[in-house]
T-cell receptor, first 109, second 114 residues
Framework: RKEVEQDPGPFNVPEGATVAFNCTYSNSASQSFFWYRQDCRKEPKLLMSVYSSGNEDGRFTAQLNRASQYISLLIRDSKLSDSATYLCVVNVNAGKSTFGDGTTLTVKP | DTAVSQTPKYLVTQMGNDKSIKCEQNLGHDTMYWYKQDSKKFLKIMFSYNNKELIINETVPNRFSPKSPDKAHLNLHINSLELGDSAVYFC?????????????FGPGTRLTVL
Protein backbone atom coordinates (compact mmCIF):
# COMPACT_ATOMS: atom_id res chain seq x y z
CA ARG A 1 0.00 0.00 0.00
CA LYS A 2 1.31 3.46 -0.87
CA GLU A 3 2.08 5.80 2.00
CA VAL A 4 -0.08 8.51 0.49
CA GLU A 5 -2.87 7.81 -1.98
CA GLN A 6 -4.91 10.16 -4.07
CA ASP A 7 -7.54 9.68 -6.73
CA PRO A 8 -5.60 10.66 -9.87
CA GLY A 9 -8.69 11.91 -11.68
CA PRO A 10 -8.81 13.67 -13.99
CA PHE A 11 -11.62 15.77 -12.63
CA ASN A 12 -13.28 17.78 -15.37
CA VAL A 13 -15.75 20.32 -14.00
CA PRO A 14 -17.52 23.41 -15.33
CA GLU A 15 -16.74 26.86 -13.99
CA GLY A 16 -18.59 27.55 -10.79
CA ALA A 17 -18.73 23.92 -9.72
CA THR A 18 -17.71 22.62 -6.32
CA VAL A 19 -15.15 19.84 -6.38
CA ALA A 20 -13.60 17.77 -3.59
CA PHE A 21 -10.41 15.74 -3.49
CA ASN A 22 -9.52 13.12 -0.91
CA CYS A 23 -6.19 11.78 0.14
CA THR A 24 -5.49 8.85 2.47
CA TYR A 25 -2.29 8.13 4.35
CA SER A 26 -1.07 4.91 5.88
CA ASN A 27 1.15 6.00 8.77
CA SER A 28 -0.80 6.92 11.87
CA ALA A 29 2.28 8.71 13.22
CA SER A 30 2.03 11.34 10.47
CA GLN A 31 2.50 14.78 11.95
CA SER A 32 1.58 17.41 9.41
CA PHE A 33 -0.37 17.71 6.22
CA PHE A 34 -0.46 20.05 3.26
CA TRP A 35 -1.99 20.61 -0.13
CA TYR A 36 0.34 21.81 -2.86
CA ARG A 37 -0.61 22.91 -6.34
CA GLN A 38 1.44 22.21 -9.44
CA ASP A 39 0.73 23.86 -12.76
CA CYS A 40 1.82 22.19 -15.98
CA ARG A 41 5.62 22.27 -16.37
CA LYS A 42 6.00 24.33 -13.19
CA GLU A 43 7.19 23.68 -9.68
CA PRO A 44 4.84 22.69 -6.82
CA LYS A 45 3.68 25.56 -4.61
CA LEU A 46 2.03 25.44 -1.22
CA LEU A 47 -1.72 25.93 -1.43
CA MET A 48 -2.54 25.46 2.21
CA SER A 49 -1.62 23.61 5.36
CA VAL A 50 -4.21 21.28 6.84
CA TYR A 51 -5.03 21.56 10.53
CA SER A 52 -6.95 19.19 12.76
CA SER A 53 -9.72 21.71 13.22
CA GLY A 54 -10.05 22.24 9.48
CA ASN A 55 -9.17 25.49 7.80
CA GLU A 56 -10.48 27.71 5.07
CA ASP A 57 -8.81 30.13 2.70
CA GLY A 58 -11.28 31.89 0.46
CA ARG A 59 -12.84 29.29 -1.83
CA PHE A 60 -10.62 26.51 -0.48
CA THR A 61 -11.37 24.38 2.57
CA ALA A 62 -9.09 21.68 3.92
CA GLN A 63 -10.08 19.04 6.44
CA LEU A 64 -8.14 16.42 8.36
CA ASN A 65 -9.63 13.24 9.79
CA ARG A 66 -6.97 11.55 11.89
CA ALA A 67 -9.19 8.65 12.93
CA SER A 68 -9.79 7.65 9.32
CA GLN A 69 -6.40 8.90 8.16
CA TYR A 70 -7.52 11.09 5.33
CA ILE A 71 -7.40 14.70 4.33
CA SER A 72 -9.63 16.52 1.91
CA LEU A 73 -9.63 19.66 -0.17
CA LEU A 74 -12.84 21.36 -1.23
CA ILE A 75 -12.86 24.01 -3.93
CA ARG A 76 -16.00 26.10 -4.25
CA ASP A 77 -16.99 28.22 -7.24
CA SER A 78 -14.24 26.77 -9.45
CA LYS A 79 -12.36 29.16 -11.72
CA LEU A 80 -10.55 28.38 -14.95
CA SER A 81 -7.34 29.31 -13.14
CA ASP A 82 -7.89 26.48 -10.65
CA SER A 83 -6.93 23.98 -13.37
CA ALA A 84 -3.80 22.26 -12.07
CA THR A 85 -2.58 19.14 -10.32
CA TYR A 86 -3.22 19.09 -6.57
CA LEU A 87 -0.68 17.22 -4.46
CA CYS A 88 -1.40 15.89 -1.03
CA VAL A 89 1.69 15.98 1.23
CA VAL A 90 2.19 14.13 4.49
CA ASN A 91 5.13 14.51 6.88
CA VAL A 92 6.09 11.74 9.25
CA ASN A 93 9.70 12.39 10.09
CA ALA A 94 11.51 15.68 10.25
CA GLY A 95 12.92 16.48 6.87
CA LYS A 96 10.88 13.95 4.92
CA SER A 97 7.73 14.79 3.04
CA THR A 98 5.79 12.16 1.14
CA PHE A 99 3.88 13.47 -1.83
CA GLY A 100 0.81 11.83 -3.25
CA ASP A 101 0.76 11.21 -6.98
CA GLY A 102 -1.55 14.15 -7.53
CA THR A 103 -5.11 14.77 -8.66
CA THR A 104 -5.56 16.60 -11.93
CA LEU A 105 -8.33 19.19 -12.15
CA THR A 106 -9.52 20.82 -15.35
CA VAL A 107 -12.09 23.57 -15.06
CA LYS A 108 -13.92 24.24 -18.31
CA PRO A 109 -15.84 27.32 -19.42
CA ASP B 1 15.05 38.11 -6.35
CA THR B 2 14.39 34.43 -7.10
CA ALA B 3 13.99 32.47 -3.88
CA VAL B 4 15.21 29.04 -5.05
CA SER B 5 17.14 28.89 -8.30
CA GLN B 6 18.49 25.94 -10.25
CA THR B 7 20.87 25.66 -13.17
CA PRO B 8 20.66 24.51 -15.82
CA LYS B 9 16.96 24.58 -16.64
CA TYR B 10 17.37 21.99 -19.38
CA LEU B 11 20.03 19.33 -19.71
CA VAL B 12 20.31 16.92 -22.62
CA THR B 13 23.13 14.41 -22.52
CA GLN B 14 24.26 10.96 -23.60
CA MET B 15 24.14 7.80 -21.54
CA GLY B 16 27.28 7.26 -19.53
CA ASN B 17 28.09 10.94 -19.09
CA ASP B 18 28.51 12.70 -15.74
CA LYS B 19 26.55 15.88 -15.08
CA SER B 20 25.83 18.31 -12.25
CA ILE B 21 22.83 20.41 -11.32
CA LYS B 22 23.24 23.42 -9.04
CA CYS B 23 20.75 24.85 -6.57
CA GLU B 24 20.85 28.02 -4.52
CA GLN B 25 18.34 29.55 -2.12
CA ASN B 26 18.40 33.10 -0.80
CA LEU B 27 15.70 32.59 1.82
CA GLY B 28 18.08 31.93 4.69
CA HIS B 29 16.62 28.45 5.12
CA ASP B 30 18.45 25.69 6.98
CA THR B 31 17.13 22.71 5.04
CA MET B 32 17.39 21.85 1.38
CA TYR B 33 16.07 18.94 -0.67
CA TRP B 34 16.34 17.20 -4.01
CA TYR B 35 13.25 15.63 -5.56
CA LYS B 36 12.82 13.63 -8.75
CA GLN B 37 9.62 13.86 -10.79
CA ASP B 38 9.37 11.18 -13.44
CA SER B 39 7.38 11.07 -16.66
CA LYS B 40 4.28 9.95 -14.76
CA LYS B 41 4.58 13.09 -12.63
CA PHE B 42 5.32 11.18 -9.41
CA LEU B 43 7.38 13.40 -7.11
CA LYS B 44 9.80 11.51 -4.88
CA ILE B 45 12.28 12.84 -2.35
CA MET B 46 15.88 11.87 -2.97
CA PHE B 47 17.94 13.75 -0.39
CA SER B 48 17.54 16.24 2.41
CA TYR B 49 20.28 18.36 4.01
CA ASN B 50 20.11 20.43 7.16
CA ASN B 51 22.90 22.93 7.77
CA LYS B 52 25.09 21.10 5.26
CA GLU B 53 24.52 17.70 6.90
CA LEU B 54 22.75 14.85 5.09
CA ILE B 55 19.61 13.83 6.99
CA ILE B 56 17.59 11.95 4.39
CA ASN B 57 18.86 9.57 1.70
CA GLU B 58 15.99 7.74 0.11
CA THR B 59 17.58 4.64 -1.38
CA VAL B 60 19.02 6.55 -4.29
CA PRO B 61 21.72 4.81 -6.41
CA ASN B 62 25.17 5.90 -5.37
CA ARG B 63 25.68 7.35 -8.84
CA PHE B 64 23.84 10.33 -7.34
CA SER B 65 25.98 12.38 -5.00
CA PRO B 66 24.67 15.55 -3.39
CA LYS B 67 27.03 18.19 -2.06
CA SER B 68 26.25 21.12 0.17
CA PRO B 69 29.18 23.57 0.32
CA ASP B 70 27.12 25.88 2.56
CA LYS B 71 23.55 25.96 3.73
CA ALA B 72 22.46 28.14 0.81
CA HIS B 73 23.63 25.67 -1.82
CA LEU B 74 22.86 22.05 -2.58
CA ASN B 75 24.28 20.59 -5.76
CA LEU B 76 23.56 17.23 -7.33
CA HIS B 77 26.17 15.30 -9.27
CA ILE B 78 25.15 12.29 -11.31
CA ASN B 79 27.69 9.79 -12.62
CA SER B 80 27.25 7.36 -15.50
CA LEU B 81 23.86 8.66 -16.53
CA GLU B 82 21.23 6.09 -17.53
CA LEU B 83 18.07 6.39 -19.61
CA GLY B 84 15.97 5.98 -16.46
CA ASP B 85 17.50 9.12 -14.97
CA SER B 86 15.49 11.22 -17.42
CA ALA B 87 13.14 13.27 -15.27
CA VAL B 88 12.60 16.72 -13.83
CA TYR B 89 14.74 17.34 -10.77
CA PHE B 90 13.45 19.87 -8.26
CA CYS B 91 15.44 21.50 -5.53
CA UNK B 92 13.53 22.85 -2.52
CA UNK B 93 14.24 24.53 0.79
CA UNK B 94 12.47 25.05 4.10
CA UNK B 95 13.12 26.76 7.40
CA UNK B 96 14.26 23.92 9.62
CA UNK B 97 13.45 20.24 9.38
CA UNK B 98 10.25 20.42 11.34
CA UNK B 99 7.45 18.81 9.42
CA UNK B 100 5.32 21.93 9.72
CA UNK B 101 7.49 24.04 7.46
CA UNK B 102 6.48 25.05 3.96
CA UNK B 103 8.84 23.93 1.24
CA UNK B 104 9.78 26.34 -1.52
CA PHE B 105 10.66 24.72 -4.83
CA GLY B 106 13.01 25.80 -7.56
CA PRO B 107 11.79 25.86 -11.18
CA GLY B 108 13.18 22.40 -11.91
CA THR B 109 15.87 20.98 -14.19
CA ARG B 110 14.56 18.88 -17.04
CA LEU B 111 17.13 16.15 -17.66
CA THR B 112 16.96 14.07 -20.83
CA VAL B 113 19.36 11.17 -21.24
CA LEU B 114 19.71 9.89 -24.81
Amino acid sequence: RKEVEQDPGPFNVPEGATVAFNCTYSNSASQSFFWYRQDCRKEPKLLMSVYSSGNEDGRFTAQLNRASQYISLLIRDSKLSDSATYLCVVNVNAGKSTFGDGTTLTVKP
Amino acid sequence: DTAVSQTPKYLVTQMGNDKSIKCEQNLGHDTMYWYKQDSKKFLKIMFSYNNKELIINETVPNRFSPKSPDKAHLNLHINSLELGDSAVYFCASSQGTGGYNEQFFGPGTRLTVL
